[in-house]
Structure formats: structure tokens, C-alpha cells
T-cell receptor, first 110, second 115 residues
């Protein structure tokens, strides 16, 4: 079976750091992806991990531990425009489809 | 220039009607997808085509029929619409297979409301 869990909602303050966790159980693993989706808009690609460790991309970093079935997205120096839903997605083996989690809605307050 | 464009953006219709959503991408990608996002924001794959060939067909009622006339276009036709079909339908594309297949470029979405 396939299961991806993320917290439903999180809040944080402008300028702070926030970590959004994602745990997954899938039939085989071939990469984990994070997407950002602002309200009423399309999801946009943020990051990709296939090996264990941290991938850094400006203010955003994503971490993966395959043995624990765990990833997190780290957002630093939060800005108001970071208020959005963050979707964790896993690609199982031998398929090109992505299985998405239900997303974490992040609200950034001044 | 919009990379992945879909029409219409909004669609309000009665139960039992038939409707279509069109999608076009100008990124030169080989693979196109239809995803459905329900009211709880859960994004679920429906179909995928690679170079006009159907490669993913999830458990979707056969009232939904995708068609890909060429690799730049993927349309979705829905027959006998039901209330539960109300959702946002996203078209997406990706370049080839492997890692690149996970980097999806989404259209703006088509919000379908069935009354």
C-alpha cells in the first residue's frame, strides 16, 4: 500500500524557520518531491531527493532518510509570500506517477 | 507565453451533462498528465500519456476518457457528470522519464462544479 503523512496546518512568524515533516510508506521508492501551492494556483516544483541527506536551494532545503521513510522541508527567513500549501510527493518504483500527500497549509504571520 | 495552458478555467454544469477540458503544453515535453484535486486539496493522478501513448490509467470511472492527438495536447472528456466529479482538474507535463518525470509543470487548473 501507499501512505504519505504530513501535518495539516502549521503557523510561523515572518523571519523565522519552519520545518514541515513528511513520512511515507510506498511499494518501492524512486524519489521524493516537494511542491508549493498558493491558494487558487497550480502547484510548483520546489525540490527533489533520491539519496539520503540534505539538498539546499536558497532559503529552502529538503532532507531525506530512506531507511526511516522520512523527509522534511526547511524554510528559512520566512516571508509572508511563503504562506501556501506544501505538498510532499513520492514516486514509487517502476512508475512515473507521483503519489501526493494531503499537503501542509503554512500560514506566516507578521 | 504560458507553458501549460488548459481551458476552460471554470466550468459549471448540471448533473448528467458531458464536458471536455483541453490542455496544451509548449515546453516540448514528452509526457502529460491529468490530476484531480478534491475539496480537501488532495491531488491524485488520473492518467498519463507519453508521446501519445497511455502509460498510466488509475482507477478512474470509464466516464472519464483522455485523448492525446499529439504529444503537446491532452484532453479530458467526462460523460454523465456526477456531483462527486466537482473538483479542480490539473493538467501537467514533464520531460521524459526518470528524475525529470517527477518535476511536473502544472497548468492553472480547471475548476469543475457539478450542480
Amino acid at each position: 500500500g501507499q501512505n504519505i503523512d504530513q501535518p495539516t496546518e502549521m503557523t510561523a512568524t515572518e523571519g523565522a524557520i519552519v520545518q514541515i515533516n513528511c513520512t511515507y510508506q510506498t511499494s518501492g521508492f524512486n524519489g521524493l518531491f516537494w511542491y508549493q501551492q498558493h491558494a487558487g494556483e497550480a502547484p510548483t516544483f520546489l525540490s527533489y531527493n533520491v539519496l539520503d541527506g540534505l539538498e539546499e536551494k536558497g532559503r529552502f532545503s529538503s532532507f531525506l532518510s530512506r531507511s526511516k521513510g522520512y523527509s522534511y522541508l526547511l524554510l528559512k527567513e520566512l516571508q509572508m509570500k511563503d504562506s501556501a500549501s506544501y505538498l510532499c510527493a513520492v514516486r514509487p518504483l517502476r512508475t512515473d506517477k507521483l503519489i501526493f500527500g494531503t499537503g501542509t497549509r503554512l500560514q506566516v504571520f507578521p | 507565453d504560458t507553458a501549460v495552458s488548459q481551458t476552460p478555467k471554470y466550468l459549471v454544469t448540471q448533473m448528467g451533462n458531458d464536458k471536455s477540458i483541453k490542455c496544451e503544453q509548449n515546453l516540448g515535453h514528452d509526457t502529460m498528465y491529468w490530476y484531480k484535486q478534491d475539496s480537501k486539496k488532495f491531488l491524485k493522478i488520473m492518467f498519463s500519456y507519453n508521446n501519445k501513448e497511455l502509460i498510466i490509467n488509475e482507477t478512474v470511472p470509464n466516464r472519464f476518457s483522455p485523448k492525446s492527438p499529439d504529444k503537446a495536447h491532452l484532453n479530458l472528456h467526462i460523460n454523465s457528470l456526477e456531483l462527486g466529479d466537482s473538483a479542480v482538474y490539473f493538467c501537467a507535463s514533464s520531460q521524459g522519464r526518470g528524475r525529470a518525470s517527477g518535476e511536473l509543470f502544472f497548468g492553472e487548473g480547471s475548476r469543475l462544479t457539478v450542480l
